[in-house]
């Protein structure tokens, strides 16, 4: 599923995304979802080179580009869920990022972040070395 994710997040609707061209149904379940989620996001947060959209913008983009970016069924529901939460949680931004920092997957990576970057301070202090150059090898690639 990852793969299928990661490769056709970008495919469209309509047939006009990449890599492959693939529309439709032709397009997998898991990429179509992610596809609405990642614009979403991206449209409601801050970037570089952007402001961050209110909600309700985001909602009234996505709603634009269904049926030619978006599954148009899979929209709907995704801006009803949306819609749906807005109404019963003041803050959703908050509770997002709540909700997110409680998932195990991303607990998991933050505990394996923190093993690694204690390991890299206790072997700096015993060799006075540089750790990075030893996990990277000599090419900058894991060894």
């Known amino acids: 599923m990852a793969v299928e994710i990661a490769r056709h997040h970008h495919e469209m609707w309509d047939g006009q995304g990449y890599p492959d061209g693939i529309a439709g149904h032709g397009i997998p379940e898991a990429a ?3 596809a609405l989620a ?3 996001d991206v449209l409601c947060h801050q970037r ?3 402001k961050a959209w209110s909600v309700r913008d985001a909602l009234e983009e996505l709603r634009r580009l269904k049926g030619t970016r ?3 069924e899979m929209t709907e ?3 009803s869920m949306v819609e749906r939460l807005s109404r019963d949680i003041i803050d959703l931004d908050s509770f997002l990022a709540q909700e997110a ?3 195990p ?3 998991a990576r933050q505990k394996i972040s923190a093993a690694l970057a ?3 301070i206790e072997s700096n202090g015993r060799s006075g070395g540089n750790r990075q150059s030893s996990l990277l090898g000599t090419r900058g690639l894991p060894t």
């Open 32 to 34: 179509r979802i992610v």
């Open 101 to 103: 920092k409680d998932f």
């Open 70 to 72: 978006f599954d148009p």
């Open 77 to 79: 529901v995704f801006i």
């Open 48 to 50: 570089p080179y952007k």
């Open 38 to 40: 990642d614009v979403f």
């Open 118 to 120: 204690a390991s890299a």
């Open 105 to 107: 997957f991303i607990q």
